[in-house]
């Protein structure tokens, strides 16, 4: 399942968050889309950074009575879960209690402001302060998640 992932789309999609806070806005008219933009590729990273989690824990994962399941009862993969079914997941088997308070509700936030892509419907589009923020706390979550990956066993024979 790891081989399968996409490491050099993630790498561009990071590039891509710093290019939208850090490329000045050239006109008003422009900055809904660019926050638009800058809370979707964010969300991207954040759904990415979880499954990636869940399949280096796949055994783990898959063995969960809290894991995904379709209407049909089968375990979705982790490759296959949108940002919700992941933050739910994380809150019932991943997550410590003293994890959940801040990581839990700060993925809801970031979702929420990520699905203010669907134009059709009003949504919060949060402010250049909330985004940057975000992405800080987003570093933090790497870290962390980092520290919670199993270390690859090598076999150099």
Request: some cysteine; glycine content about 4%.
């Amino acid at each position: 399942l790891l081989s399968q992932v996409r490491l050099d789309s993630f790498g561009s999609l990071a590039t891509c968050l710093d290019l939208t806070i850090l490329t000045p806005i050239r006109s008003k008219k422009e900055e809904p889309a660019r926050l638009i933009l800058g809370w979707a590729n964010l969300g991207s990273l954040l759904e990415c950074t979880l499954q990636i989690f869940l399949a280096a824990w796949l055994r783990d994962y898959l063995k969960d009575s809290n894991a995904h399941k379709n209407k049909k009862g089968a375990i979705v993969l982790p490759q296959d879960l949108s940002l919700e079914p992941l933050r739910v997941f994380f809150d019932k088997s991943i997550w410590t209690e003293e994890q959940k308070q801040p990581w839990s509700p700060w993925i809801l936030e970031v979702q929420q402001h990520r699905n203010a892509i669907h134009a059709l419907k009003p949504r919060s589009l949060g402010t250049w302060q909330e985004l940057e923020s975000a992405v800080r706390q987003y570093f933090e979550l790497l870290f962390m998640i980092n520290g919670m990956l199993p270390y690859p066993d090598f076999d150099y024979d």
